[in-house]
């Protein structure tokens, strides 16, 4: 499944009402137990925190993409929040992060996890695109200016 085909309003949430990282962690994988794309939560956050743990996933630009593997999910998943304020991410070159893509995969998938990444890497590669997400109103908008709808 390509990563554009995971976007769907009920992953998205603009704006996050967390305000730290460990905030943000929790709101996304809640955001996936909230929509049903997941049922143990537990499971999910922990592969999220360990693989945050080794290396911050804040990129560049107000970009972060947590992410993980973990057997509580079957194929790959993705929750997708807004912070315009941003969040301290401890992010590569010491910006807030404001886009966070979070991704889940299993264990034994790494194709899909992978092309995700490098779609989400090409598709916030626009400043002007980034900003366009950063002021949509809903996660309708969100949608639309990803699918390019």
Sequence with gaps: MAFIDLVQEKIVRIPLVSTDKAGVL?????????????????????AIREREEKLSTGLESGIAVPHGKSAAVSRLKLALGISPEGID???????PSRLFFMLVAPPNQ????VEALAEIVKLVQSKA????LTEAKDAREVVELIKGE
């Design 110 to 113: 790494s194709g899909p996890h």
């Design 26 to 46: 929790r709101e996304l994988v809640q955001i996936l137990k909230d929509a049903g794309e997941i049922e143990d939560y537990d499971a999910v956050l922990a």
């Design 129 to 132: 695109f980034c900003r366009a």
């Design 89 to 95: 991410f401890a992010s590569i070159d010491g910006q």
